[in-house]
């Protein structure tokens, strides 16, 4: 898959290669989001800061980071959005860091990217109180929700939040039309209990329906869990299995290699119409509309068109004389 070079604006220019940058175009595959807008470059950004404390977070040189100057000293939504567009983003995401935390920064872009006709994604723990929630959610167009695990004794320990908060945010975007998808990265010996994805899996079917996508994210040490093995391969296909057990009807693995983790089947006759290779899709058999070209039954999801090109390319980027700022892990 092949696109043209991106290539640098006095907005944005693309990064020294030595350096870690505040923005990236990343397939939006990454988010984990495999049925938005599918195979199509998003523009990734986030600021500092959290309002979890996660003793896990790969993200944590800006999560932890009390800088004032931030992307949104840098950048006006207008900037953004014309930049988005520019380089071909289908999507900008609000990612790195949770856009709870520069909430009306990014439902400023949100709004100017839409007036593009560029779509907005949050990436979110989904620790929200109702009214901010609602009023967030109504500038966006998809989200990546964090399940960080399913008890709340974890939530507590590890993450310093409560789980009925994250539960309650799953349910209200259920009833909007934010398309959204889940993801819960298994720790071992801490959230990836046979048990405690088995009870996931069946709240996952009782509130959300089957038809939202569910992702298992490998772990690998970080932070304040360097003590913490990386996660094993068959967990994730152990906890894949019980979701489908379960009743769940698109279910994936992530950060493995992992070709069937990938893999979307159709609902009705049951062929492989979305193969993917890591965030490379080897194979697609959706209509422009997200139905399967074998017996036409509708995929959930928001399709516009074939799929992009996009591949697993991430290209980094940064302002061009941003102030000091923060940095990511992708």
Request: proline residues 7%.
């Amino acid at each position: 898959m092949s696109a043209e070079p991106i290539e640098a604006t006095d907005a944005l220019s693309l990064a020294d290669p030595y350096t870690v940058p505040t923005f990236c175009v990343d397939p939006v595959e990454k988010k984990p989001l495999n049925h938005f807008l599918p195979g199509t470059p998003v523009l990734s950004f986030g600021t500092a800061g959290c309002n979890l404390a996660c003793r896990f977070c790969q993200n944590w040189d800006i999560s932890k980071s009390r800088e004032i100057d931030t992307l949104s000293s840098s950048a006006s939504p207008e900037a953004l959005a014309a930049e988005a567009e520019r380089l071909g983003c289908r999507s900008v995401a609000f990612t790195y860091n949770d856009p709870v935390i520069f909430m009306e920064y990014a439902m400023d872009v949100a709004d100017a990217c839409h007036a593009r006709g560029i779509r907005a994604v949050a990436v979110s723990a989904g620790y929200m109180n109702h009214a901010p929630r609602e009023e967030f959610y109504r500038h966006m167009d998809a989200a990546n929700i964090d399940l960080k695990a399913f008890t709340d004794s974890f939530y507590q320990k590890i993450t310093f939040a409560r789980l009925p908060v994250v539960l309650e945010t799953l349910e209200y975007l259920r009833g909007t039309d934010v398309w959204f998808e889940v993801t819960t990265l298994l720790i071992p010996g801490h959230n990836d209990a046979p048990d405690e994805i088995r009870a996931e899996c069946d709240w996952f079917v009782e509130h959300l329906g089957p038809d939202v996508p569910l992702h298992f994210s490998a772990f690998h040490p970080d932070f304040k869990m360097l003590d913490v093995p990386r996660t094993p391969p068959e967990t994730l296909r152990m906890a894949r299995r019980i979701a489908l057990e379960r009743g769940l009807r698109y279910v994936y693995t992530g950060n493995v290699h992992d070709p069937e983790g990938g893999t979307t089947r159709c609902p009705g006759c049951g062929v492989a119409v979305v193969v993917r290779d890591w965030y490379d899709i080897r194979q697609y058999e959706l209509t422009d509309t997200g139905a399967c070209i074998h017996c036409g039954q509708q995929v959930p999801g928001v399709y516009d068109g074939t799929a992009g090109t996009w591949g697993r390319r991430r290209v980094p980027v940064q302002l061009s004389n941003p102030r000091r700022g923060s940095r990511f892990r992708a």
